[in-house]
């Protein structure tokens, strides 16, 4: 074989070898397509779909005068205050934890993680500020941060300043955290009047509501939180407590109630997820 060739088939076997590189780029970057948009629908332990942040402060919004719909997303329109239905659930239902990180958090963490859940965590800016790892560790494993104001205060209480500043203080230890701003909002004690609900807005937040109260609170002991959990239907929003007094009975009821809703052919979602689902 001559010196031209050898060139010539040289050159072939790299461009060749050019083009079998190309083919595996645009297939490692493809995904393959079967693995694209996951189902929220499926018990699976599937990529989740990317957090929902904040939008953009908007200092406009005006003072509502009505209310409208008895959904667990609250918005402002116009005028209204807007409580959004989840219109298109499949089977979801959310699991939400109110006024975290507290020492049994990481229990908690530990038990969705061997039961395949993503829950939501309304958290506490102060008991954020003590235990940031917490909140880190949470969200790293792919469950939804919410803010529940700093301090836990009965918002109606506070002038516009103090309400900000519980608002706005939280999101930015969430933030630090977490490397992302909150979507969601809860009231403490879920008590809330329209400027209450303005200074939400404002932030680009949604405030949410529950739709199933299991009572912990009240340590109502671990069979009635159960059993008032398993009442769910799809698109509700399940409130519980990872935060607060002994939370011991809560975290025993945790499983139970996760295959007790997984026996009804409902799975337990972020709020990410099931708000995705809302008619905007």
Do not use: C
Request: proline fraction near 6%; charge should be positive; glycine fraction near 10%.
């Amino acid at each position: 074989m001559n010196v031209y060739a050898r060139r010539r088939l040289a050159v072939t076997a790299i461009g060749a070898g050019l083009a079998i590189a190309l083919i595996a780029v645009i297939a490692a970057t493809s995904g393959g397509g079967e693995h694209e948009n996951p189902s929220p629908r499926t018990g699976q332990d599937k990529a989740q779909p990317a957090p929902l942040t904040a939008k953009a402060r908007n200092k406009h919004v005006k003072l509502p005068r009505r209310v409208a719909g008895e959904g667990a997303f609250m918005t402002i329109e116009r005028r209204t205050v807007r409580l959004d239905d989840v219109q298109d659930p499949g089977r979801m239902v959310a699991l939400t934890f109110d006024d975290g990180p507290d020492r049994l958090t990481p229990a908690f963490l530990k038990k969705l993680k061997q039961l395949k859940v993503k829950a939501s965590f309304f958290v506490l800016g102060a008991n954020v500020g003590e235990h940031p790892q917490i909140v880190r560790q949470a969200a790293q494993q792919g469950h939804t941060i919410a803010n529940h104001t700093y301090g836990h205060p009965d918002m109606r209480s506070l002038g516009r300043r103090d309400q900000q500043t519980e608002i706005v203080r939280t999101q930015g230890l969430i933030e630090e955290a977490t490397g992302s701003r909150p979507y969601f909002f809860r009231f403490p004690g879920h008590d809330w009047n329209f400027k209450n609900v303005r200074q939400v807005a404002q932030q680009g937040l949604v405030a949410v509501r529950f739709s199933i109260d299991v009572q912990d609170w009240r340590a109502v002991g671990r069979r009635a939180i159960i059993d008032n959990a398993l009442a769910a239907k799809p698109g509700d929003v399940i409130q519980l407590h990872d935060g607060g007094p002994d939370r011991g009975q809560t975290l025993e009821a945790l499983g139970p109630i996760v295959r007790g809703l997984r026996r009804r052919n409902l799975e337990p979602v972020t709020l990410d997820e099931l708000y995705r689902s809302t008619a905007r």
